[in-house]
């Protein structure tokens, strides 16, 4: 039913900010917890920050300070904004739901996009 498209990737340069994108259809996007992961290769993917509802409540859990998960509900978008890039932060970034709550684990999620590839070099 949900179908999710990140954009936004590209290479930028060190200490820049960055806004990548989340694009959801097919459904209603407040049914569900969006969290927002990176893998570098040869590594597993790792959760950054998550989004979600519990009992009406908006819950906001972010793991690493740089990382700053916004929602535009009317434009059924997650954005993930990234602060003070640095070259470690070069990845695949992709956003996932859940329809039952926030995780820090892959297997916490239903639905992923496909990816966004972020370069940071100078």
């Known amino acids: 039913q949900l179908r999710l498209v990140e954009s936004g990737g590209g290479l930028v340069q060190p200490g820049e900010s960055l806004r990548l994108s989340c694009a959801a259809s097919g459904s209603t996007l407040s049914d569900y917890a969006i969290g927002w992961f990176r893998q570098v290769p040869g590594m597993e993917r790792e959760g950054l920050t998550c989004i979600s509802e519990a009992d009406g409540v908006p819950y906001y859990e972010s793991d690493l300070p740089r990382f700053i998960i916004r929602t535009d509900a009317a434009k059924k978008t997650v954005y993930l904004d990234i602060e003070r890039l640095m070259p470690e932060d070069t990845a695949v970034y992709y956003c996932?739901?859940?329809?039952?709550?926030?995780?820090?684990?892959?297997?916490?999620?239903?639905?992923w996009g496909q990816g966004t590839q972020v370069t940071v070099s100078s």
């Open positions: 996932a739901a859940s329809r039952q709550f926030c995780s820090a684990y892959v297997d916490g999620y239903e639905y």
